[in-house]
C-alpha cells in the first residue's frame, strides 16, 4: 500500500508503506552521531540483526520465551466503567502491564539479550531512570547467565532503593551516577562511557527507541509485537480498527510497538502523550516533541529539550520513566509527516487518570501509562459514543504506589483523604520508571 | 580554498610539518574555555603557549560530554554553572592566535548544531581559528560541515579508534584535514598509567591509508608518556593533565604555574621521542 500522508508534499512527503521504514534514517532524524569508537560494535549489531530477524532459530527462541517465560500474548481488556468518562467511547487496554516485570520492557530486552548471547557477549550494561528497564535487563541477564551492570542516577538510586535492591537479587550490579543532574540522562551518558571503553566484550542493551543506530530501529521491532497482537485482538473483539491508539512517550518504545501494526491504516490516529509535567509553558516537563527543538542527543537526531546554545535542559515529570530530554527519532519524523500527533498530560491529569482507572476498574495503572489513559479521556470526548480507542497500558503501578500515596495525601495520619484531590508532589520522591 | 593554502599565520599543517622539520613529534594541549571563569581559561592557554605546546585545542563545555571522563567532565560543569556561552570560545581563539599557535575547537556536535553549522564555520574562520574536531561527529553524518570547513578554509579533524576497519580507517583519514586523531585506547578522556600498545598499532595502520600527520590523545600525562608516543606519532594530544594541573594549586596564579610547567616538562618528552 502506497500513501502520501495527507497534507503534506515536498520533502516532507512519504511514499510507500511507512511500516517499512528502517533506520538508520526517518527523514530528516536518526542517523549515528557516535564517537568512532562505537562505529564496529554498531555495525556488528546491525550486521548480527539482520541475520538473526530473518533466522527462523532466533525467532523461534523469542516466541517461545514471550509464550513460557513472559506470559505472551497479553491480553486486551475492555474498560466500560473508565469509559464513561471517556465520552462513553469503547475503550479497550492492551495489557504490557501483565508481563513478567511488570512491563513491555521485557519484549525487548529478552530480544537484545539473545543478540548479545549470539555475538559472544556476556556482559550486557543498561541504563534505567529508576527501574523497570533495569529489573528486565537484569532478569534477562539471570535467565541467559551473563554478567550485568545497570547505570542508575545517584538521585534514583536513593528514591528507589527497592528497585536497586531488585536488581541486586537478580545478581546485577548497580552503579550510582553521580554525574551531572544524577538522574536517567546521567545515566545514559555513563553507560556510553563505560560501553566505548568495554564496547568489544559489553552489549549496550538500550531500554528505548532512541540512541544511534541500529537501536531505534531495533528496540521498535522488538516491541511491535504490541500492536500486532493487540490488531488482531481488536479486529475479532470488536470487529474493526479502533478509531485513535493512545500511548504515553517518553524515548517512545511502548508507542511505537504499538503505533507499528497500525502505521499504514490511515483511519487509525495514532496520540503519543507526552509528560507535561508542571506544563508545557512552565518549562518544567518532559514534552521534547511539544516543547523541544531538533538537534543531536545520545547518538541520534530528533526532538530534544536544549538551550539556545544546544545544552541540555533537565526534564521534569512525575514519572520517571517519561523524564528524559528527548524522544525517538521515529516518533520526531512521524510527528514532522502529521502521521501521528503527540500532545502533552501534566502531572496532574496523569494522576487524576491514574485513580480513575484504580477505582472504576481495579487495574493500578503505572504513571507512565495514565498518561495514554488520561489522553484517552481526552480522545474518547472527542469521538463520542460511537468512538473506539485502544490503550497501551505499558505497565503496572505497584512501583508507583508511593508516589501515589504521597500525591493523593495516603500516608500513615492522613487515611481517608483520598477525595481531597491532587496535592503537591514531594519533591523529587517521582522517580520510577522508563517508559 | 584549502586550509594550507591559507595566508597569514602559521596553520595545522605548517605547525605539524615544522615539527616533523625539527626531528620532533608536536605538542597538542587541550584546556576547555570556561574553566574556572572565560579570563582564567584563557590566561591557561595562553600559559600552554608559553610553555610549549604548538598547538591549542580549546574545548566547548558541554551538558553530555559522553566521551570524557571525570576530570573534563567537572571542569565542564563548573564552566556552565559559571555561565559560559559558546560564542567565549571565539574571544578564546582569538587569544590562543594572538600568543601565536593555531587554535583549534573540540566540540560536541550539538553545539554547532544549534549554533549553525556554517555560521559557526564563518564565525571560527573570522576568529583566526583553524578548524574543528568532532568526538561525536564522524564523517558519515558530517557532510554539513565538511562543506562548512571547505567553503570557509577551515581544518576538520575527524578520530580513529583501535576499534576501527581498515575500511573505516580509509573513509574516515580521507575526510580529515590538518591530522588524524587517533584515540590511542578504547574508553574516555583522563589520564592513563600507561598509553597501551594498541595506539602505536593504531597509527601503523593509519599510516598505511593516508599522508597526514597522526597525532595520538587520550591517556597522555608525563614526559614519559609523551616521549613514547612522540617515537611513533607526529603529534601528542594531552588534556585532561592540563585541566588538572589547572585545578591544582591554591589559586589561579599556582594553576597557571601548573599548568605551563606542564607543558614545559611534555614540550621536553616530545623532543626526547623514544624510539619503539
Known amino acids: 500500500m502506497t500513501r502520501v500522508v495527507e497534507g503534506r508534499t515536498g520533502p516532507l512527503a512519504h511514499t510507500g508503506p511507512l511500516a517499512a521504514v528502517d533506520g538508520p534514517y526517518f527523514g530528516r532524524f536518526g542517523g549515528r552521531f557516535v564517537p568512532e569508537a562505537l562505529v564496529a560494535a554498531l555495525e556488528e549489531l546491525e550486521r548480527t540483526y539482520a541475520q538473526a530477524r530473518i533466522d527462523p532459530q532466533f525467532t523461534g527462541e523469542l516466541e517461545r520465551l514471550h509464550r513460557e517465560y513472559s506470559g505472551r500474548p497479553s491480553i486486551l481488556t475492555e474498560v466500560p466503567r473508565f469509559a464513561e468518562h471517556a465520552g462513553g467511547a469503547r475503550v479497550l487496554l492492551k495489557r504490557e502491564d501483565l508481563n513478567h516485570t511488570g512491563s513491555h520492557k521485557i519484549n525487548n530486552v529478552l530480544g537484545q539479550a539473545l543478540l548479545a548471547v549470539r555475538m559472544g557477549k556476556r556482559r550486557v550494561i543498561a541504563e534505567t531512570g529508576a527501574g523497570q528497564h533495569g529489573v528486565a535487563t537484569a532478569t534477562a541477564a539471570a535467565l541467559m547467565g551473563l554478567e550485568c551492570l545497570v547505570f542508575m542516577g545517584e538521585e534514583d538510586t536513593r528514591r528507589q532503593a527497592l528497585n536497586v535492591a531488585r536488581m541486586r537479587l537478580l545478581g546485577a550490579d548497580v552503579v550510582s551516577v553521580t554525574a551531572g543532574s544524577r538522574t536517567l540522562k546521567d545515566a545514559m551518558n555513563e ?20 540512541g544511534p543506530h541500529p537501536f531505534p530501529t531495533i528496540v521498535r521491532d522488538f516491541q511491535r509485537v504490541i500492536g500486532q497482537e493487540a490488531r488482531a485482538q481488536i479486529l475479532e473483539r470488536v470487529g474493526r480498527l479502533p478509531d485513535a491508539i493512545c500511548a504515553c512517550v517518553g524515548g517512545g518504545s511502548n508507542a511505537l ?36 527543538l531538533p538537534g543531536v542527543l545520545h547518538g541520534n537526531r530528533t526532538f530534544i529539550l536544549q538551550d539556545s546554545d544546544g545544552q541540555t535542559i533537565e526534564s ?10 528527548g524522544v525517538g527519532p521515529q516518533h520526531s519524523w512521524l510527528h514532522e509527516i502529521g502521521r501521528a500527533r503527540y500532545e502533552a498530560v501534566d502531572d496532574a491529569q496523569a494522576m487524576d487518570a491514574f485513580r480513575l482507572l484504580c477505582r472504576t476498574e481495579g487495574i493500578i495503572p503505572a504513571i507512565e501509562s495514565s498518561h495514554a489513559l488520561a489522553g484517552a479521556l481526552r480522545v474518547g470526548r472527542e469521538l463520542g459514543p460511537d468512538g473506539v480507542i485502544l490503550v497501551n497500558l505499558s505497565g503496572r503501578g505497584d512501583k508507583d504506589v508511593d508516589t501515589a500515596a504521597r500525591w493523593f495525601g495516603l500516608m500513615p495520619g492522613e487515611e481517608n483523604s483520598a477525595d481531597r484531590g491532587p496535592r503537591e508532589p514531594v519533591a523529587g520522591s517521582d522517580h520510577q520508571e522508563e517508559a | 580554498m584549502n586550509p594550507s593554502d591559507r595566508p597569514g599565520p602559521e596553520g595545522v599543517e605548517d605547525v605539524l610539518r615544522r615539527a616533523a622539520e625539527e626531528g620532533r613529534a608536536a605538542l597538542i594541549g ?16 595562553k600559559a600552554l603557549v608559553a610553555g610549549g605546546v604548538d598547538l591549542v585545542e580549546i574545548g566547548i563545555p558541554y551538558s553530555d560530554p559522553l566521551m570524557d571522563g571525570p576530570v573534563i567532565q567537572h571542569a565542564a560543569e563548573v564552566a556552565l554553572r559559571g555561565g559560559t556561552r559558546t560564542a567565549d570560545v571565539l574571544t578564546a581563539v582569538r587569544a590562543v592566535r594572538e600568543a601565536g599557535a593555531p587554535a583549534l575547537v ?37 557532510a554539513d560541515w565538511i562543506e562548512a570547513a571547505q567553503r570557509h578554509g577551515l581544518d576538520r579533524v575527524f578520530l580513529v579508534a583501535p576499534s ?13 584535514t590538518g591530522f588524524v586523531y587517533a584515540a590511542s585506547t578504547m574508553g574516555v578522556t583522563g589520564a592513563r598509567a600507561s598509553v597501551g600498545p594498541r595506539a602505536h598499532e593504531l597509527v601503523e595502520r593509519t599510516r598505511k591509508v593516508c599522508d597526514l600527520p597522526v597525532c595520538v590523545g587520550l591517556g597522555v600525562s608525563t614526559g614519559e608518556q609523551a616521549a613514547q608516543v612522540a617515537g611513533y606519532a607526529d603529534g601528542v594530544i594531552v588534556g585532561s593533565a592540563f585541566v588538572k594541573a589547572l585545578s591544582s594549586g591554591p589559586d589561579l596564579a599556582a594553576g597557571l604555574l601548573a599548568v605551563r610547567a606542564l607543558a614545559e616538562e611534555l614540550a621536553l618528552g616530545v623532543r626526547r621521542g623514544v624510539e619503539q
Request: charged share 20%; aromatic share 10%; with cysteine.
Open chain 1, 191 to 210: 553507560a556510553m562511557r563505560d560501553w566505548v571503553t568495554n564496547v568489544e566484550t559489553t552489549h549496550y542493551l538500550i531500554g528505548t527507541v532512541a
Open chain 1, 257 to 292: 510497538g504499538i503505533f507499528h501494526a497500525f502505521l499504514d491504516d490511515p483511519g487509525v490516529d495514532l496520540i503519543g502523550f507526552e509528560a507535561g509535567g508542571d506544563g508545557v509553558d512552565t518549562g518544567r516537563h518532559a514534552a521534547s516533541i511539544n516543547g523541544g
Open chain 1, 316 to 325: 521534569h515529570s512525575v514519572s520517571a520513566g517519561l523524564d528524559y530530554p
Open chain 2, 30 to 45: 587541550y584546556l576547555p574555555v570556561g574553566f574556572p571563569d572565560v579570563p582564567a581559561s584563557i590566561e591557561a592557554m
Open chain 2, 106 to 142: 573540540m566540540t560536541y556536535w550539538n553545539i554547532v548544531d544549534r549554533y549553525g553549522v556554517d555560521r559557526f564555520a564563518q564565525d571560527l574562520a573570522a576568529a583566526g581559528g583553524a578548524g574543528l574536531i568532532t568526538p561525536d561527529l564522524i564523517p558519515d553524518e558530517g
Open chain 2, 164 to 176: 576501527s576497519t581498515d575500511e573505516r580507517l580509509r573513509s574516515t583519514t580521507a575526510a580529515c
